[in-house]
């Protein structure tokens, strides 16, 4: 099987029967990592190392004209014709449709469970991730800290609901691991650890997602998806 999209100019596949990983080891990007080893899906990995601004070369760009990561081609898409994907959440679906795994094929639970995965996409991933700005980054210089309290306030917030909806169940979706699941463990993971935000959204007082953290983080095939792309 050849490969003949641009994007394997700059970065060649050595299987190219796999689908190709394209991402780096981000809150967003360790998503389809983890997906990807829950799964047992055949992938290839190639790093994109986006402080050299790769995700802009236009190798990259005419995979994923927004320029950011992760992206996935799949050689063996969607009636066995090549699929090139990107945004995490689509990607996850992707995955789950086609390994049907860590997402309902029951109509009312699927669409819960994206709704899910949409709250991440939506609120949690740009409210932590300005945070880290404003709390670890440039953004700490700001004399004015409203910015940065401001998105303090909202993290604390979401992780209120996520808090409350882990006290009854193991994971979001209930017993059931899924989707929802890997949308947050990475952002939840990283605003306690690199963002180092742990005592500005007082999170020791969640202890629903302290506990659900602890779980997701302890299985394997997470553990191998947040390495994927690291080195």
């Known amino acids: ?123 949690v991933g740009p409210m932590f991730g300005q945070l880290g700005f404003f709390h670890k980054f440039a953004g700490r210089e700001y004399e004015d800290k409203r910015p940065r309290d401001r998105y303090a306030a909202e993290s604390a917030r979401l992780l209120g609901v996520l808090d409350e909806r882990l006290a009854t169940r193991e994971w979001v979706m209930g017993a059931d691991y899924s989707i929802a699941d890997i949308s947050l463990l990475g952002w939840v993971r990283n605003l306690i650890g690199f963002y180092e935000a742990r005592e500005i959204v007082g999170f020791d007082r969640f202890a629903h997602v302290q506990a659900w953290l602890d779980r997701g983080l302890a299985r394997p095939a997470v553990q191998r998806g947040l390495e994927v792309t690291a080195a």
Request: cysteine-free.
């Open 1 to 123: 099987m050849s490969l003949d999209h641009p994007i394997f100019a700059r970065w060649p596949a050595q299987h190219p029967d796999r689908i190709q990983l394209f991402s780096a080891p981000t809150p967003n990007g360790v998503k389809a990592g983890i997906m990807l080893e829950e799964t047992g899906l055949a992938y290839e990995p190639h790093r994109i190392d986006i402080m050299a601004n790769e995700s802009h070369d236009p190798a990259f760009l005419a995979l994923n004209p927004n320029g950011k990561i992760p992206a996935i081609y799949d050689p063996d898409g969607p009636g066995g014709k090549p699929l090139a994907l990107f945004e995490s959440g689509a990607i996850l679906i992707y995955l789950a449709d086609k390994s049907g795994l860590f997402l309902s094929a029951d109509p009312g639970t699927r669409y819960e469970t994206i709704q899910w995965v949409m709250w991440q996409m939506g609120g």
